[in-house]
Antibody
Framework: EVQLQQSGAELVKPGASVKLSCKTSGYTFSNYYMSWLKQMPGQNIEWIGNIYGGNGGTGYNQKFKGKATLTVDKSSSTAYMDLSSLTSEDSAVYFC???????????????WGPGTMVTVSS | DVVLTQTPSTLSATIGQSVSISCRSSQSLLDSAGNTYLYWYLQRPGQSPQLLIYLVSNLGSGVPNRFSGSGSGTDFTLKISGVEAEDLGVYYCMQATHAPYTFGAGTKLELK
């Protein structure tokens, strides 16, 4: 059974950084991409970026370059996202989502983590 | 970035009623290979989103066949043929033809 277990809620001060984790099980981590997404309270979902479990190769939404840094640890089948220079605009729920990829032509987010709430407040 | 406009923003339905949600894109979602990367996700209250439809009209694994997707180019529709209580939540369309991937603002389905 595929599981994505995300780290617990964070309360951080403005200007600080935070590292979120997404520990996976039930599939071969290095064979799949992982995405990170942001959902502000009651609002739209934004795609932050993708990372490949095999080699850590990344692709980012330009909006989040410099804000988010995606990494992986293959040995523990865990994906990480660092968020830097936090402001109130970064207060949101952050999801990791595994990508199913059909080499024929299509892909989709097939499993999502439960989300990590980040609150930026002094 | 591609803007996806969903209508309505809120939808009230009775159990058994059929409903439709529209998703209109600011650009064509047909790519050069002939694929249209338009998806529908449902986010139930307090839960993570889950896949309903991929590539406009393909049902995700385990998704009931009362859900159907249609459309092309810039206009897409999700139809629920006979709403059930478990269908309540917020529906999002998402496109991945053009980077960055973007989502619609969501349509909240509630009981009348």
């Amino acid at each position: 059974e595929v599981q994505l277990q995300q780290s617990g809620a964070e309360l951080v001060k403005p200007g600080a950084s935070v590292k979120l984790s997404c520990k996976t099980s039930g599939y071969t981590f290095s064979n799949y991409y992982m995405s990170w997404l942001k959902q502000m309270p009651g609002q739209n979902i934004e795609w932050i970026g993708n990372i490949y479990g095999g080699n850590g190769g990344t692709g980012y939404n330009q909006k989040f370059k410099g804000k988010a840094t995606l990494t992986v640890d293959k040995s523990s089948s865990t994906a990480y996202m660092d968020l830097s220079s936090l402001t109130s605009e970064d207060s949101a729920v952050y999801f990791c989502a595994k990508i199913f990829f059909n080499y024929g032509s299509y892909w989709y987010f097939d499993f999502w983590g439960p989300g990590t709430m980040v609150t930026v407040s002094s | 970035d591609v803007v996806l406009t969903q209508t309505p923003s809120t939808l009230s339905a009775t159990i058994g009623q059929s409903v439709s949600i529209s998703c209109r894109s600011s650009q064509s979602l047909l790519d050069s290979a002939g694929n249209t990367y338009l998806y529908w996700y449902l986010q139930r209250p307090g839960q993570s989103p889950q896949l309903l439809i991929y590539l406009v009209s393909n049902l995700g694994s385990g998704v009931p066949n009362r859900f159907s997707g249609s459309g092309s180019g810039t206009d897409f529709t999700l139809k629920i043929s006979g709403v059930e209580a478990e269908d309540l939540g917020v529906y999002y369309c998402m496109q991945a033809t053009h980077a960055p991937y973007t989502f619609g603002a969501g349509t909240k389905l509630e009981l009348k």
